[in-house]
């Protein structure tokens, strides 16, 4: 497979300083019952990296250490892992917020009965992808099939109160290589027509850039638009988005306990404070201090700060 890597580390984008620490994004293994050709982290059926259970472990003892106040769990699929519902209750049990980045195919999986009640109950956020209100775009980018289901999911999570009382996100990524619309405006079209024709119900849309790397790179590569991709993220800068890059205030965990900027970074394989040693876990509890280093940057990074700007709480600007 093409690699953009070797492509996006020398760069020119400005520097960036961690400020307070609320949010452990983790990612729990790359398994996953879908292979989304958007897809940054190269998920999949075929992967086998997850999370063990000493591990989760750890992240709820920096969860507490650290202060954060969000645990954010993805994956592939977060919640192929064996430990997801102990991590999630443990979590919740300690006060902190969830986040589960849902991919809605896989509360339909026949091994994992009662999984959206589980959610429900334990008052879970959900960030569930769903790149398009229509049929074709959906399956465009995550195989046939998807969407029927995905609508199955969304409709099993109104009843538990998602969409009202518990949040429910929908998430948008553009099918090619393009930026989002503006967040606002989108959200008002996936509400109507998601509306009108199954009567669901979610909170907010939420808009994210693709990131150039890993199986998207690697499209962009194979079909000549890596220039022309890189171009339209740095045409579209905008300095506005650096106060609020997600970077600046969350850290990245990986399936094995190392730390990175965020979750992109870490794909990138590009180690805390641009240091030739891995920070782990074990590190962080040891004291190692993070507030007020510099962030590791790249070529990439104009897909966070281009345009309306994207994280994965969605568009920076309000």
Same mark, same amino acid.
């Given at each position: 497979?093409?690699?953009?890597?070797?492509?996006?580390?020398?760069?020119?984008?400005?520097?960036?300083?961690?400020?307070?620490?609320?949010?452990?994004?983790?990612?729990?293994?790359?398994?996953?019952?879908?292979?989304?050709?958007?897809?940054?982290?190269?998920?999949?059926?075929?992967?086998?990296?997850?999370?063990?259970?000493?591990?989760?472990?750890?992240?709820?003892?920096?969860?507490?250490?650290?202060?954060?106040?969000?645990?954010?769990?993805?994956?592939?699929?977060?919640?192929?892992? @064996?430990?997801?519902?102990?991590?999630?209750?443990?979590? &919740? %049990?300690? *006060? /902190?917020?969830?986040?589960? $980045?849902? +991919?809605?195919?896989?509360?339909?999986?026949?091994?994992?009965?009662?999984?959206?009640?589980?959610?429900?109950?334990?008052?879970?956020?959900?960030?569930?992808?769903?790149?398009?209100?229509?049929?074709?775009?959906?399956?465009?980018?995550?195989?046939?099939?998807?969407?029927?289901?995905?609508?199955?999911?969304?409709?099993?999570?109104?009843?538990?109160?998602?969409?009202?009382?518990?949040?429910?996100?929908?998430?948008?990524?553009?099918?090619?290589?393009?930026?989002?619309? @503006?967040?606002?405006?989108?959200?008002?079209?996936?509400? &109507? %027509?998601? *509306? /009108?024709?199954?009567?669901? $119900?979610? +909170?907010?849309?939420?808009?994210?850039?693709?990131?150039?790397?890993?199986?998207?790179?690697?499209?962009?590569?194979?079909?000549?638009?890596?220039?022309?991709?890189?171009?339209?993220?740095?045409?579209?800068?905008?300095?506005?988005?650096?106060?609020?890059?997600?970077?600046?205030?969350?850290?990245?965990?990986?399936?094995?306990?190392?730390?990175?900027?965020?979750?992109?970074?870490?794909?990138?394989?590009?180690?805390?404070?641009?240091?030739?040693?891995?920070?782990?876990?074990?590190?962080?509890?040891?004291?190692?201090?993070?507030?007020?280093?510099?962030?590791?940057?790249?070529?990439?990074?104009?897909?966070?700060?281009?345009?309306?700007?994207?994280?994965?709480?969605?568009?920076?600007?309000?």
């Amino acid at each position: 497979m093409h690699d953009t890597r070797p492509l996006l580390l020398a760069s020119d984008f400005p520097p960036v300083r961690r400020g307070r620490l609320d949010t452990l994004q983790v990612n729990l293994g790359y398994v996953c019952n879908l292979s989304c050709v958007h897809c940054h982290v190269n998920a999949g059926p075929a992967r086998t990296e997850s999370m063990n259970r000493e591990t989760v472990d750890q992240v709820l003892a920096l969860l507490r250490h650290s202060g954060a106040h969000t645990l954010d769990l993805t994956g592939g699929a977060p919640e192929l892992n @064996p430990h997801f519902r102990y991590l999630v209750a443990a979590a &919740r %049990e300690h *006060g /902190a917020k969830v986040i589960d $980045r849902c +991919n809605l195919t896989v509360l339909l999986e026949p091994r994992q009965q009662g999984l959206a009640q589980f959610l429900a109950q334990q008052q879970v956020e959900i960030s569930a992808s769903l790149p398009c209100y229509l049929r074709d775009n959906v399956e465009q980018q995550r195989g046939r099939g998807v969407y029927d289901d995905s609508i199955r999911a969304i409709k099993l999570l109104n009843t538990l109160g998602y969409g009202s009382e518990l949040i429910l996100n929908l998430v948008y990524n553009p099918v090619g290589p393009a930026l989002p619309p @503006p967040q606002a405006t989108l959200e008002q079209d996936y509400r &109507r %027509e998601l *509306g /009108a024709r199954f009567g669901i $119900r979610f +909170n907010q849309l939420l808009t994210i850039t693709n990131m150039p790397i890993s199986r998207f790179g690697a499209v962009l590569l194979a079909r000549g638009q890596y220039t022309d991709y890189m171009r339209l993220l740095r045409d579209n800068f905008r300095a506005a988005n650096l106060a609020t890059l997600m970077c600046r205030n969350l850290l990245s965990i990986d399936w094995q306990g190392y730390v990175y900027d965020c979750d992109f970074n870490q794909m990138l394989d590009l180690p805390l404070l641009a240091s030739d040693r891995r920070r782990h876990i074990l590190d962080l509890l040891r004291g190692e201090v993070l507030q007020d280093n510099p962030v590791v940057t790249g070529e990439h990074c104009y897909g966070c700060a281009a345009g309306q700007g994207s994280s994965c709480g969605g568009a920076l600007e309000a």
